[in-house]
């Protein structure tokens, strides 16, 4: 009798199972609900930036290599290494044709992220043009990368691939505090901020030859009046 209970209520669980398979089968699928991108500014203001997508590693960014599963690539350690490289403290950002430059001072080095090319590097982790701590840069209207050190206060260029061309500002003796830095498309001129230090006048944009280092002019001084500058740290 106990088998008789038990082979019926299997039959009824089998058929229940048919049932919503069938119902499964049969039910049409959910509407796609298409959301839009984010823009701003918001509507009914017509949008000026649309956004793109979010960068955090080398993941976003580089080719995965999909005959191999995550698991074996967590067994040889390529999910903390090939796969894992990112970002630790951010500070300023600069795109060319794709390529989006981040610099970054807690890895001391700028974070390239080749979008068109799906590869992933960084800059200024060797000498020459070793980096200590990037914060601003630019990019001219070649490729070529300028990056402010704060702890060498000098600046280092390089080209589109990373490759060291030349030091500007070196010598440590013409800034306080550098932070922000622009070049002009031409690459003929760079202006490097100096955001000053609480005890000196010498909040001010410095402008400098791109490709001599040749000190040209300085823009402003500390105050509060028309054209005067205070702790200023960023520049375009």
Known sequence: ?????????????????????????????????????????????????????????????????????????????????????????????????????????????????????????YIGQEEPGQLRAPLGLDVDGKGNVYVVDATTKIVQVYDNNGKYLRSLANGGKWFNRPSGIAVDAEGTRIYVVDTGGISTTEHRVRVFDAQSGAH??????????????NLPRDVT
């Open 1 to 121: 009798m106990i088998k008789q209970f038990f082979s019926r209520a299997l039959l009824g669980a089998v058929q229940l199972l048919g049932v919503v398979m069938l119902v499964a089968c049969v039910a049409p699928p959910p509407a796609r609900v298409v959301v839009p991108p984010p823009v701003f500014p918001p509507p009914p203001e017509e949008p000026r930036f649309v956004y793109e997508r979010t960068l955090y590693s080398n993941l976003d960014v580089i080719s995965r290599d999909n005959s191999r599963s995550a698991f074996q690539q967590l067994l040889t350690g390529e999910g903390d290494t090939q796969y894992g490289e990112g970002l630790g403290k951010p500070y300023g950002v600069a795109v060319y044709h794709g390529r989006v430059f981040v610099s970054d001072s807690a890895i001391r080095a700028v974070a390239v992220f080749d979008i068109p090319g799906q590869r992933f590097f």
């Open 216 to 229: 040209l002019l300085d823009i402003g001084t500390r105050g509060t009046g028309p054209g005067e500058l």
